[in-house]
């Protein structure tokens, strides 16, 4: 038979199935690209399929498709990281072929082909027992063009997947046959075990790599993919090599030029430009060319176009529209069309912030609209797309949120808010209070539900947004929640460890970020202030404590320290009576050495060792000093914070025993041990239910807000300052009325029985932890560490060690390679796993910078390695005891020591088959000889044998004990600490200052008179300016107005800082209101407009068509009021209202 002219040629005899599968392709490649793509994608999952089933050295993952097969670790390690790439690409555009509207096009079907042979290749050469003739792919052997067309090419593919599906069912089927066969498994068996063979034997000969990719496929490869994801069809007319005219005569005597891609709206303008630069060159070498492009098609279709410029691994953002002027911003991909034209739409569509009138309903409080106008000044004035609020816990940092939502809203600055906390919670709790403020936005709950209709509000946790970036998608094969979805994300809480953990999230999305924080300004870490592009110790706005407390905003804290003796000295033998020290050696005394320790310290209290009287001495303080209500009968709402669960479940025995008759719903327990916790929150914020005193976990420290709690205990140590002042936040709410008609809440009180109040007395920014680095990403950067310790001329003799160095690097290269360059965060580090993922070579003479690049940008994405938490720590724990070695570390023998007693631990588990196995290791490594013959390769050993084996040991290790020692509480020493100078900044903003004044001075002759609609003269308004600003703390007026991003009218300022006097409203709309016959509906909008303006002092008249007056109908005043001279004289009084605010002439 004469032999086939086709690239596939080689599988006819072997594989005949696939050579059939990848000839349909090859047929079709240019006739029909979407047959083309489906059936390569066909072939590929078919060939992947029967490598699994013959090589018993890959385990099938629980996700039995193509995806899960490709991705799984062992299989990408054995492709190799170019050959991954090749065969993904044949799943995405074979997806895109069975799926979406939009067809691959014929060099999208060739690169896929291309890249089928490649990996055809690769198994022909694997598994094949006698080596077939492999030749380069040849394109002349490829059929040319038929004239099919993209319908028909659409129809067959269908056909195609139709018969695929029914294949699939048919293998599943002859699956479960062959599983029912016990013969036919055993012969199963030894066929794998020869393929084994033959693939040991084929790998001594590799098959070579493929060459470089050329530059139009780099294109092809990163660059339209990107684009695809976003929506785009780069195959579209039009789209790539758009030619333009009116380019410089520098650049090109003709004056052409070639855009590389356009992107077109439906209405046929550009709504961008994305200039193309090799990966090799820097992405911002393009911006030039790129506005130059934009600058043509200007002038040729009279919009400018979004400028976009990349090298497929970074992409750069320019929208330099005389009426945006943002700098270029790095952006992890394209915006879709919808997301552009928003942006172009915005252009003219948005308006003058610093004029937007603040909700009051919402947010009333200056300060809350203080913060939302320095906000807008940020944004639109200072051109910077970052903003941080400083709210003291209670100050309503939700309701200022919603307000700043409801401005950007209003004013077209953004259509779509993500809203992000770290706890399901407290995102419920988000999107309630949002709902009550904003009710007709949209809004949704990621985790609790799908976004199902586009939520211009989106509410979600941080882990769920992860998971949602990289796995939802649209029918078109974008990404729902592509760059560009959101306009706005507001950060709940934002504090150092969520830029640590979730930094990859701002890095993604292309959106203002405004983050909330109730930690004290000056404790406030570096990394957050860089997150939202802020100076240190410089945020957007602040508001704290001791200014609220002042206000009378909040109610101040009366800390008390409670000093407790075996909370703050520990328990010491020599301190007990006789009976007590019996008690002591029973309990302590180790029964192996005899030895009995001097003293248990402090920190063991309520971690592993529970001592009755000091958990009653709290209780019956707490019972009797607290403040109480109903008269002093009950104690009033109470958080008891306790350290553990078991610490609270001894808590709640030890009050059932002393206070029985208060019933068993008196103290309940809160924390996430309870499947319905939340029903127990809302009883406790309930006055009228119980529980009355709840113990917490961690669960009530953020995030509640109940006004009745006057008693906080801090029964566990706290060290981190953000948390700390959480905790102070849970007392500080208003209570009118708690003790009766007129008797309002005053104080809170705060019970510290552990020092907490001592610690931050001395220290305010508490505990800085080091960041917070994951287990995966340790042991990563700790290999790399070794391996290049190994490169030391002490090393480079011995073949043992330089083999080690050879497998860590082997290890570090394959997690590197096997990484999903389909998740966002994989792809903004594209650059650094493409440079160290594509070839081994690479690792072996890495410079200081590569090993920065390695530790910075590659480290942080290391995969997990198996499930078993316990081996990963073991593994961290022997290569820091390689380092100690090599280092000569003053902890090498602490770390000896810990192996050794592992060793020691295991030893009492014989009866474990795979630790009897080691018993001779085991043995060893409690010998000092063993140590002090121990090389670097016998601890890669050590660890290698012994890291399976630490499942096995008892996780507590330390028993839990309780004792009955007696406690000293020394009531006499009870300490009352002024807490809130801890937390206080003493940076009240210049505006702060201002506002300050006038309210404490506001029954002066002439500020009274703008609170009362009076008229002012000149005179009397420059004596008001002389008196407001003292050229000091209060500045000048010029200081006022650079703050306010724009010149303010003093007596307009005034009446927005207290508002006009309602009484005086009212008597302005007095003749309107008797002399004008007016509809009920007319009468509402006009009493409306007097709240309004006893809020905010002046209203213009554009504000009548907006919110909240748009709320009596859509066209505001013109739809209420029909007859245009009802319209005029309801001007003419507002005009004259106005007025009143300015000078006379």
Known sequence: ?????????????????????????????????????????????????????????????????????????????????????????????????????????????????????????????????????????????????????????????????????????????????????????????????????????????????????????????????????????????????????????????????????????????????????????????????????????????????????????????????????????????????????????????????????VNKAIAGRYYQEEAIRRVAVRFQRDKQRGALLVMATGAGKTRTAAALVDVLMRFGWVTRVLFLADRNALVKQAKNAFAEHLPNLSAVNLTRERDENKARMVFSSYPTMMNRIDGESGFDGSRVYGPGYFDLIIVDEAHRSVYQKYQAIFEYFDALLVGLTATPLAQIDRNTYELFGLEDHQPTAAYELDQAVKDGYLVPPRALSVPLKFQRQGIKYNELNEQEKEEYEAEFRDEATGELPEEIEASALNSWLFNQHTVDEVLRYVMAHGIKVEGGDKLGKTILFARSHRHALYIEERFQKLFPQLGSDFLRIIDNYDDYAQDLIEKFENPSLRPQLAVSVDMLDTGIDIPDVVNLVFFKPVRSSAKFWQMVGRGTRLRPDLFGPGQDKQYFVIFDFCENFEFFEARPAGLVNSAQVALSQQVFTR??????????????????????????????????????????????????????????????????????????????????????????????????????????????????????????????????????????????????????????????????????????????????????????????????????????????????????????????????????????????????ERLVFDGQERGTVQDLHQELGQPAPLGVFVRGILGLEINAAKEAFADFLGTTPLQPDQITFVNSLIDYLAHNGTVDRARLFEQPFTEHHDQGVTGVFREDAQIRQLFAVVDAINQNALALA
């Open 1 to 357: 038979m004469a032999p086939s002219l086709s690239n596939f040629a080689f599988l006819e005899t072997t594989w005949p199935e696939l050579y059939e599968q990848a000839r349909e392709a090859e047929l079709h490649v240019w006739s029909a690209p979407r047959l083309a793509a489906l059936s390569s994608r066909i072939a590929l999952e078919n060939a992947i399929r029967w490598v699994y089933d013959n090589d018993n050295s890959l385990r099938v993952p629980d996700q039995d498709n193509l995806a899960t097969l490709l991705h799984e670790a062992d299989f990408r390690n054995l492709l190799g990281q170019a050959r991954f790439q090749g065969a993904n690409y044949v799943r995405k555009l074979g997806n895109q072929a069975a799926h979406h509207r939009v067809a691959p096009s014929g060099p999208e079907a060739f690169d896929a082909l291309r890249h089928l042979h490649g990996f055809m290749q690769f198994v022909a050469a694997s598994y094949s027992s006698e080596r077939p003739a492999l030749a380069l792919f040849d394109e002349h052997l490829l059929p040319a063009a038929a004239g099919a067309t993209a319908d028909t090419s659409q129809v067959e593919a269908k056909r195609r997947e139709a018969a695929y599906m029914d294949q699939q069912e048919e293998l599943a089927r002859k699956d479960d046959e062959l599983k029912a066969n016990a013969a036919r498994l055993a012969e199963l068996e030894a066929r794998l075990t020869a393929m084994q063979q033959v693939k040991a034997q084929n790998q001594a000969h590799p098959l070579p790599l493929p060459v470089a990719i050329s530059e139009a496929e780099t294109r092809r490869r990163y660059i339209d993919l990107l684009l695809r994801e976003a929506g785009w069809d780069v195959s579209a007319p039009r789209v790539c090599e758009f030619e333009v005219t009116s380019m410089p005569l520098s650049t090109n005597t003709s004056g052409k030029g070639y855009v590389d891609y356009v992107l077109w709206d439906d209405d046929g303008l550009p709504l961008a430009v994305v200039e193309a630069k090799k990966t090799l060159r820097d992405a911002r070498e393009g911006r030039h060319q790129a506005t130059l492009y934009a600058d043509c098609l200007q002038a040729q279709f009279g919009r400018r176009p979004v400028v976009f410029y990349t090298n497929g691994f970074e992409t750069y953002l320019l929208d330099d529209d005389a009426a945006t002027q943002y700098p270029p911003r790095r952006v992890a991909g394209f915006l879709t069309k919808d997301e552009l034209r928003r942006l172009v739409l915005r252009r003219t569509g948005r308006r003058d912030l610093l004029t937007a009138a």
């Open 783 to 1024: 290999r790399l560490t070794v391996a290049e310790v190994l490169r030391q001329p002490a090393y480079l003799v011995d073949a043992a060690h330089q083999q080690l160095r050879t497998q860590l690097l082997d290890t570090l290269h394959g997690q590197v390679a096997g990484l999903d360059q389909g998740t966002f965060a994989v792809r903004a580090k594209l650059r650094y796993v493409e440079e160290f993922g594509s070839t081994r070579t690479r690792w072996d003479a890495l410079t200081r910078v590569d090993v920065q690049d390695v530790e910075t940008h590659l480290a942080p994405l290391a995969p997990v390695e198996g499930n078993d938490e316990l081996a990963r720590r073991f593994d961290l724990l022997a290569l820091n005891l390689m380092l100690a070695v090599v280092q000569r570390s003053a902890r090498q023998q602490e770390m000896v020591e810990r192996v050794s007693n592992l060793g020691r631990m295991l030893s009492q588990k014989l009866t474990v088959p795979a630790v009897y196995e080691q018993r001779e290791l085991l043995s060893a490594v409690q010998q000092p000889a063993y140590w002090q013959q121990a090389t670097l390769p016998d601890l890669e050993e050590l660890r290698r044998r012994l890291r399976e084996l630490v499942k096995f040991l008892d996780r507590d290790q330390q028993p839990v004990v309780y004792t009955y020692f007696r406690d000293e509480l020394q009531s006499d020493q009870v300490a009352e600490k002024d807490i809130q100078q801890w937390g206080s900044s003493q940076l009240a903003s210049y505006h702060q200052r201002v506002a300050r004044y006038i309210r404490e001075n506001q029954h002066h002759v002439t500020i009274n008179r703008l609170r009362t609609n009076q008229p002012i003269t000149a005179a009397e308004l420059q004596e008001l």
